[in-house]
């Protein structure tokens, strides 16, 4: 469903491994910042890559257990606020109207050349 890698900025991103616990979610994005990104399945069909949104995910000391997670894709700058705790059960949760829609998300980090 997911591409395994993804280029962003004229490098490549490579998929991490999302059964990561809050804590060491929270380590990778305060020790990699601008280096993650998150890519979102918002279509109904898993393999559907045109409904793939690409987020850069932004943390701080001082967001808690919230991300911030920066379109540059679908809708460029635009940003969505979320908690720590859906990224490390991989999906992220929209609710309006008191409906509830979940979409899967991978999590994406570059990976320097030794």
Known sequence: MFPSVITQ????????????SQSQ???LLTSN???IFAVVNEGHDQSEEDMFTT???LHSAEFDNRVILYDISRQAHT?????????SKG???FIDVGMVDRYPVKLYKRIDAE
């Open 9 to 20: 900025r004229d490098q490549d991103y490579h998929l991490i491994d999302t059964s990561l």
């Open 25 to 27: 979610l929270k380590q």
């Open 33 to 35: 910042p601008y280096d």
């Open 55 to 57: 987020f850069l995910v």
């Open 79 to 87: 940003t969505i606020t979320t908690e720590i705790s859906f990224l």
């Open 91 to 93: 999906y992220i949760e």
